[in-house]
């Protein structure tokens, strides 16, 4: 009977895999595969890498169907049209507003001429019963001129001290 057994590590020393398959107990745990291998649809194998390193990997690319997205036209009420109006306090009896379709939110009291490139149904009738003047204007490129702009920044302004106030 042997007394002392000879140590287990002895015996693996010089040895490449020590006594396990080629595959496991390498010391890196299991390889799981691959190059791209993991990354699919469902499977979480490598996603956060391939959310990282891969940004469009998953989902669609390119033009994916046609006309997706509307082009808005910017629009006016009829009580901005009204405080445009008397912005201009008096100097003419002509609103040109081309890039704008004009809704029949609030009243209008003024005689005005409206230029603009589109008129609801209520608009319309609300300003022709003031005795005002429709006109609608063609306008290709639907970007609301410089001054426009400014107006209705002081009008989103005005809106929020009054909301401040309440």
Sequence with gaps: MRL??????SR???????????????????????GMAGTGKRADHR?????????N???KQGVTSKSTERTKNPILNLNDVEARFHKMKGKSD?????????????????KVKVHAMAFSKS??????KAGGEVVVVENKSHEPKE???EFLEEKRAA????EKKK
């Design 159 to 162: 809106k929020q001290k009054e």
């Design 4 to 9: 002392k057994k000879r140590n287990k590590r």
């Design 123 to 128: 608009a319309k009738e609300k300003i022709e």
């Design 147 to 149: 001054s426009n702009k």
């Design 47 to 55: 996603k956060s890498w391939t959310l990282v390193y891969m940004p």
């Design 57 to 59: 990997y998953f989902g």
């Design 94 to 110: 002509v609103l040109n507003l081309k890039g704008y379709k004009i809704l029949g939110d609030g009243n209008i009291k003024s």
């Design 12 to 34: 693996f020393r010089g040895t490449r895999l020590h006594g396990w398959a080629a595959k496991k107990h390498k010391g890196k745990g299991s390889k799981g595969g691959k």
